[in-house]
């Protein structure tokens, strides 16, 4: 907390989190712990509910829905809130009220339940740090509980109230495994889509996760700190899910570019004319690279017959042909949609942000699959091959070794590793 400062905020009641020393890339800005999270439900039976990590579990005999690693992370989480919530969760789960609950809903209503079974007192500190956090613009009702809380309606609902906008999904090698509250973070750090932190997860024995807050890059004296609120890749839709779940208008220089662009076009509809754009934005970007930051720098330096590319479908449509062809092939279209995708993931994303980091790793050990599956000859292809592998393994470790470890034990980190191996034997 020393490396940061909180300066008043005019205009709302929320502060800002501002450097007071140089944040040196890497290191840990803050670390928050978790005050209430529930895992999703496809991580249910998976991994632990107290401290997340993938072990051999047992089920709670009680409810038969709460699975653990050990006798103290089961102990924990039932003097935390599941003996207020064992005996009535199937008759819970099963009623007409949870069921008629989409999915996040279901989510928000379990950790909710878990949230308000832990407290008796109104004045307790660990909620005055959830009521104090700006709530959601929209009207709120709330959904059924696991427990019958023993705070007032009114204190339930304004805790309620704070989720929409302040919740944290909890994530290990950027997949999502459950979602949390974690007030600390909440309260420090606003959103920006070129933000210059980032949060990771540390899982441990008999703990809840706890978010550790990483600087992607040097953070100067005085400068504000921020984490993205959501995936900043959703150019043409985050404005809006600004307005309506955080009651806010982003001003950053990525939105900024956006505002100047206007409507940004449709992708062609032919798969040959696709092909062609992503080839254009190879050779744009080989000609003068450009980053998150410096493109929104300059917004009349990016050609507007590329602009397509930054709409929605046209990104998720090259993350999915790259991810077909990577494993099925052919592997000349995964390299090209590979490296389109990255190429536009450093356009979209700040730098150091552990997206492209990931994405570079895939593109990595693809080539790499290539050279085995297709027993090249040891002759120029080969080589070439060998070649761009090492170049993106070596900036897919520059990158991701700033976020460092975080989530489960093997990881990205790991197999930057093993590929190391085996091509130095190569
Ligand atoms: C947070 O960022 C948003 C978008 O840039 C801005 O509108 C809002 O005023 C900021 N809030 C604080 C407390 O800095
Ligand atoms: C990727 O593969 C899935 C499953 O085979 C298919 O449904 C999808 O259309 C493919 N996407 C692209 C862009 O080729
Ligand atoms: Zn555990
Ligand atoms: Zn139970
Ligand atoms: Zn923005």
Known sequence: MASVQLEPHTGSGRSQAVARKVLPAGCVIVSSPALATALLPQEKGKRCDTCYRILPLH?????????????????????????????????????????ALASHEKMDALLLSHLVAQFTDANDDRLTHVTCLLPGPAEISLPPLACSPRISDSLVKDLYSRFGNNNFVIHSHLSGVGHGVFPLASRLFNHSCLPNAAAKYRLSASNMPIMEVVALRDISPGEE??????????????????????????????????????????????????????????????????DGLTLSNDPASFPSDLLAIFHESFITYAAETFRNASHDGPYSTAFDWGESLGHLYRLIYPPNYPQIGMHLLELAKTYWNSIVAQHLDSGGEENEVKQHCRSHLKHAKENLQ???????????????QTLETLLQDA
């Open 225 to 290: 700190i921020c984490l993205p609120y959501l995936d900043p890749a959703l150019l043409q839709t985050r404005q809006q899910i600004f307005r309506l779940t955080y009651g806010f208008e982003c001003h950053c220089l990525s939105c900024l570019f956006v505002e100047r662009v206007g409507r940004i076009p449709e992708p062609p509809p032919d798969e040959r004319d696709r092909k062609d754009l992503a080839r254009r934005l190879k050779q744009f970007m080989e000609a003068t690279p450009h």
């Open 402 to 416: 700033i976020l460092g470890a975080e989530g489960d034990d093997d990881g990205p980190l790991i197999e930057i």
């Open 59 to 99: 089920r709670c005999t009680g409810c038969a829905a709460y699975w653990y690693c050990s006798t103290d992370c089961q102990t924990t989480q039932w003097q935390l809130h599941h003996k207020r919530i064992c005996k009535r969760f199937a008759q819970y789960t099963s009623s007409v009220a949870f069921q």
